[in-house]
């Protein structure tokens, strides 16, 4: 097999300028594959979002990349996980990142500060024109041109085609390179819940470095973390998600409004009806959604898995390929595995091998790791909690067994898709800097 670096570098065109995209770009820079370039819809780079999680496995990879100290300066290195009753009693806690004995932190940062990292160290490492903006892709074309093989790439910008010897479709859930490969697919699905966001500033709870989920049944759920350090007044910001089911919105299986309709704004009032009886002592969840300045409601959704991520001289990566919940805190983290497994096969095989070794690597774990995200185990347990103590307890003991609590540990684990042990010990996917 020849690899792909070095004299046989392919022409690559990358859609899509998110997590998922520019990692893909930082990764095959670095793994000696020089001729990249980076199509971006959006006429003008604008990092948007809300709060997000980066998982160990994710980390490492960021790391071997050399980003580890600039994204430990923009985030919250995650300490632990708890769940809690709506009236604040302690479910279950757990540790996270290196504290579960990970060799990497777990990362809470803001969407858009981590878009902004990558972005300039694209331009900083393949120089300002890696990224096109303003060329949405609208579908592709397999071609050949003297008998070497490569991709017809039709953006809603230009009539002329961009040509390349590889296409990688990071253009995110509502990809239109999935839709080509895959015309008979559908929008994504919906699962009746819907989601209110927002980024409030506050003071920092507890250890400033705790992720907790509230719940009082199977209608709400809410969830609350830093991604921010403190500043010069004491307060951080803190990204919230309100999980409701059924509130206005579709119900599972039906169809969902259009994606431009996603992201509707709300007023705080609309959250806060959700919680109108909520208490917990180390945190006031009313007043941090009342600090938003804009709240978002997005209908939570995923989509079946695919049989296949690779047509020809074109590969789907990150939400792309395997949108799924939110609740495992894990769609960045698996995109920016992908970029780093799909640059490490080029690197060391043939195109054609490289992305049959890529998808036969990759999409059986986002498989499962859907289907575990899917499951919603956790919020099964804070259901049956109020069940047992709609007011409320001091000691989960006196309401659950030892045992239901382990199962939810495991359940947790599960989501990340890999544990600290099997991390610590996998080898680097770097590949060597070749000298003559």
């Given amino acids: 097999m020849t690899p792909c670096n070095g004299k046989n570098s392919p022409k690559i065109l990358i859609a899509g300028a998110g997590i998922g995209g520019l990692t893909t770009a930082l990764s095959l820079q670095a793994a000696g594959l ?29 790391t071997e990349l050399g980003l580890g100290r600039a994204l430990e300066a923009e985030a919250v290195a995650t300490a632990r996980l708890q769940y809690h009753h709506r009236y604040g009693g302690l479910i279950f806690s757990e540790p996270r990142g290196r504290a579960a004995g990970y060799r990497w932190p777990q990362f809470s940062v803001h969407r858009a500060r981590l878009q902004e990292l990558l972005l300039a160290e694209v331009r900083r490492r393949l120089g300002a024109a890696a990224v ?37 479709a990071a253009d995110g859930v509502n990809s239109a390179a999935r839709a080509v490969m895959h015309p008979h697919e559908g929008p994504p699905l919906g699962n009746g819940i819907w989601m209110w966001r927002g980024v409030s500033e506050g003071p920092p709870f507890l250890d400033g470095r705790t992720m907790v989920i509230f719940g009082c049944n199977s209608q709400v759920k809410a969830v609350v973390y830093a991604v ?50 909520w208490r917990t002592g180390f945190l ?33 990566l990150g939400d792309a390929a395997h949108p799924m919940y939110p609740t495992g805190s894990n769609g960045a983290s698996q995109a920016i595995v992908d970029a780093r497994v799909l640059a490490y096969e080029l690197a060391h095989c043939e195109v054609d091998e490289a992305l049959s070794r890529y998808d036969a690597l990759r999409r059986p774990q986002t498989t499962q790791l859907l289907a575990a995200h899917r ?18 307890f001091t000691d989960i003991r006196q309401v659950l067994p030892a045992h239901k609590l382990v199962d939810v540990r495991s ?5 990340t898709g890999v544990d600290a042990a099997g991390l610590n010990a996998r080898s680097s996917w770097n590949v060597p800097v070749r000298t003559a």
């Fill in 375 to 392: 499951r919603l185990e956790p919020d099964r347990l804070l259901h049956q909690v109020e069940m047992l103590a709609p007011d409320g």
């Fill in 34 to 62: 020089g001729n990249i370039q980076i199509i971006e819809a959006c006429p003008r780079m604008r990092a948007v979002g809300a709060g997000i999680n980066i998982q160990p496995a994710a980390v490492r990879e960021l």
């Fill in 228 to 277: 921010s350090r403190p500043d010069t007044t004491g307060n951080c910001q803190l990204n919230w998600v309100v999980e409701t089911h059924g509130d206005a919105g579709p119900a599972a299986g039906d169809t969902l409004p259009a994606a431009g309709e996603w992201d509707q704004s709300a007023p705080a009032e609309a959250v806060l009806a959700h919680l109108d009886d």
């Fill in 284 to 316: 006031d969840l009313h007043a941090v959604v009342s600090a938003a300045p804009r709240i978002l409601r997005y209908p939570m959704i995923d989509r079946d898995p695919l049989p296949s991520w690779v047509d020809g001289r074109t590969v789907l």
């Fill in 411 to 415: 359940c947790t684990r599960h989501v």
């Fill in 132 to 168: 096109l903006t303003g060329r949405r892709l609208l579908h592709y074309e397999q071609a050949a041109s003297k008998g070497q093989r490569s991709v017809l790439v039709f953006t809603a910008e230009s009539p002329r085609p961009l040509r390349c010897d590889l296409l990688i």
